[in-house]
């Protein structure tokens, strides 16, 4: 997922300098693809991450956090159209996000690396594990 969130924040900041209209056209594919892909792959990553118990709730808080960036990227694209900055500052702006994205799942990949703890807890005994068997009376 870092390097979609980093294929994405490359694909977002570089329409902003000249290049041929086949490049943008590609740029805009990556971007679209890697902003829309990685948003579904952090879903799946979230219903990993949390306990069967409170999955529900941590996928809707990711999700809710996810909706505040719909919501606050129109207005920072006003205010920076307001801003009158120029046509490539505004691109690296909005390619921010996905660098601080790819920092956060980087750590996080690196944190759960270090910490990782089994799935389930080994057997210790073997034969502890044998069905049981029928009484006969």
Sequence with gaps: MVAFFTAGTLAIALPGFKSPM????LLIFIAGATTIGTQILLYANTAQFYPLAMRSTGLGWASGVGRTGAIVGPLLGGSLLAAALPLQMNFLVFAIPGLVAAL?????ILFNRRSATP???PVANPASRRAPTAVSG
Excluded: D
């Excluded at 086949?22 to 056209?25: D, E, R």
């Excluded at 956060?104 to 996080?108: I, V």
């Design 104 to 108: 956060a799942m980087g750590c996080f």
């Design 119 to 121: 799935l389930v807890a």
């Design 22 to 25: 086949p490049v943008l056209y």
